[in-house]
């Protein structure tokens, strides 16, 4: 009941902000709804007047939400200020769009998903886990790194316009959806192979998996337990890409003209269109709450017993070398990386040659230049500190509110709530409290971006505390604090940086996103999303000016995964082994706890039968 109440209350608190919006925007409300009716008709003090009162405005905002939040306890959404029809049967058929489209697009996912995890299963079906390193987990960044317009707007030049094999736009056929499927399910199923791609070494390395080798269970039915092992901590991320890709798809649904619920919203926040914008996040916020709830029950499902009754094994990652070659190949492309935005640093970012528009690379002109003539090398390097450096700071900022948040007992109403809401609604009410800028954009991601990490947190912080000795530890006096300190966190981190990390190029993309609809940094600023957006109509004349940015975000994912790697492969024995079982007989008794109950542990994997 505590956690039913805290999903209501956060919903509630979201509608009511969103209906704030007309009153929290620095611009007349009256006079967007005139703009979007009449276009070019004279703004009359009469006519606004006559709108505010069609409308209510003049009623304030109390009177507005009492009156939007009665009928919707009815089933009645009102009626929409732009057009005057009911909103009701617009939103349920762009619901209806937008759930298939997901549907489509999760498919893909798990495909995607699958092909990434397939060498790490076969390798621990074989024991042969040892030596292996993070290459599979590169190939899942760069594709996780891959902005979604941008693959949508390769597949549709490719498939749509020069094979004709797909319909380039519209809705209402089999061939219409694969092209924004892919778009969108390549880069989110590369996310969840990533995340499982981490996980399931650490599954492999238990005493249950040891034990069935050497017991001779075939490799294929450990590869299954091990999979149902490594699954519950990433199960939240499922949720969350079933909501992002429900409502966040506004770029995938532009681009090839489809009448999503994303697209809904987005419109109707830009034209003021306060009840189908209520409507389109009240039912986002509905289904960001029934996808959390299923997803907890799916993965207690899965867990069985062993995590209600405190038996459960944390999953401890081991100590997989790195190996020379992904050194070597972290510090060339870091190299290759500084070396492009040092040689950008010392242009002219902001230049125009109109005679060299989309040209193409030369001396000269390296990358080539972009519509208006300008070189694109400089506009990547003096977009790189914008782009990077903010989307790094937003990154540890959301990294540390999720962390703490998922901590929180009772906090998953919130996160639920905070996922379901979309980047750019975000954006366009810490606009209407600050103000556009480079800075209310930053505020606007971290609102959001915060929530996929909280849930992470809060799945690894639930299978940690269901250990066996974390019961001995406290059973032996150990305060709650050292608990944490010394037990749970050390486990349950270690992953959710690595998630933080693949983050980093899509919040520089959300941050381009804001920046573009003008509630960022405005124009003629270098940033990377700008440069994609302002070059996505000449992508097939000039490919050079679209996939400079779009090789920039791929490469810094690519080499914060690297690092990464290495980092861990690097890392001392001394701590894996103190969590592994190395305990000396001066070790406090509440810290040797945790690995005493590690190396006692049954060999058996959960939910398997013996």
Known sequence: MRALAGRAAA?????????????????????????????????????LAAIRAETGLDGGPVHVLGSWLGGALRGDF???????????????????????????????????????????????????LTGRGARAGVVGAALAAL?????????????????RWFPAVGWGTFGAVVLPAAAMGVP??????????????????????????????????????????????VLPQFGFVVVGLTGGAVAVETLFAIPGLGGAALG?????DLPVLQASVLVLLVLGALAGLAVRGLGRALVGPALRDGVLPPLVRPRLTSGRGLRWAAVLLTVVFVGVVVAGLLRDPYGIDAAARLGGPSVAHPLGTDSLGRDTLARLGHGAGRTVLTAVAVSALTLVVGVLVGLLPGAAGL???????????????????????????????????????????RALYEQERAAPHVAV??????????????????GALPPVLHHAVLRIPAIALHLASLGFLGLGAGPPAPEWGRMLSENMPYAERAPWSVLAPAGALVLCGVIAVLWAAVGAGARGRGRRAARRGAVTPSTPVDRVAGPAARVAEAPVAVGART
């Open 78 to 128: 009102g009626t929409s200020w732009v057009s005057g029809m009911p909103v009701g049967p617009d939103v349920t058929a762009a619901l209806g769009v937008s759930l298939t489209l997901m549907g489509c697009s999760l498919l893909v996912a798990v495909v995607v998903a699958g092909l990434l995890c397939l060498p790490v299963l076969r390798l621990g079906a074989r024991r042969r």
């Open 11 to 47: 919903l509630l608190a979201v509608v009511l902000l969103v209906g704030l919006l007309p009153w929290l925007t620095r611009n007349d409300p009256a006079l967007t709804i005139l703009h979007a009716r009449y276009a070019d008709r004279p703004a009359t003090p009469e006519t």
């Open 268 to 272: 109707a926040a830009l034209a003021q």
């Open 415 to 457: 996160t639920e709530t905070a996922n379901a809401l979309p980047a750019i609604v975000a954006g366009l009410l810490v606009a209407g409290v600050v103000g556009p800028g480079a800075g209310a954009a930053a505020l606007a991601v971290a609102v959001v971006a915060w929530a996929p990490l909280a849930a992470h947190t």
């Open 188 to 233: 989110a199923g590369a996310l969840l192979g990533r995340l499982l791609d981490d996980a399931l070494p650490a599954a492999f390395a238990e005493p249950w998996a040891k034990a069935a080798a050497a017991g001779g269970i075939p490799g294929r039915r450990v590869a299954r337990h091990a999979l149902r092992r490594a699954v519950p901590g």
């Open 473 to 490: 530890a406290l059973s032996m006096g150990a305060g709650r604090r050292r608990i944490l300190r010394r037990h749970v966190l050390p």
């Open 147 to 163: 902005p979604e317009f941008l693959l949508a707007a390769l597949l549709a030049i490719f498939f749509a316009v020069q094979l």
